[in-house]
């Protein structure tokens, strides 16, 4: 089992910025991929950013939605297992519920957080 916990979130107005956290606990694998989606009202969960375990203490390798490149910037810390999603040139599009994602990439489980809230006024 994998607990994830989020924190950030909020409100803020389109330009702004915003970060949201995500810390793992339980039995991490060593192999894993941690990240974010999104849900807004009325639309399919979607991703966000994921980033792999890597061989390094700050991960691997990273993927972005389209909608997102260039704004926003996933990084994790592998001895603390947390993963930061730092949002910057927020746009309401953007709100919505963020969820933590974690993979474990050999047994083939995942888990989710709790979601937390984004909102982006115009």
């Known amino acids: 089992q994998v607990q994830l916990v989020e924190s950030g979130g909020g409100l803020v107005r389109a330009g702004g910025s915003l970060r949201v956290s995500c810390a793992a606990s339980g039995t991490i694998s060593s192999f894993n991929n941690m990240g974010w989606y999104r849900q807004a009202p009325g639309k399919q969960r979607e991703l966000v950013a994921i980033i792999t375990s890597g061989g390094s203490t700050s991960g691997g390798s990273t993927t972005y939605a389209d909608s997102v490149k260039g704004r926003f910037t996933i990084s994790r810390d592998n001895g603390k297992n947390t993963v930061l999603l730092q949002m910057n040139s927020l746009k309401p599009e953007d709100t919505g519920v963020y969820y933590c994602?974690?993979?474990?990439?050999?047994?083939?489980?995942?888990?989710w957080g709790q979601g937390t809230q984004v909102t982006v006024s115009s």
């Open positions: 994602h974690y993979r474990a990439i050999l047994a083939g489980y995942e888990f």
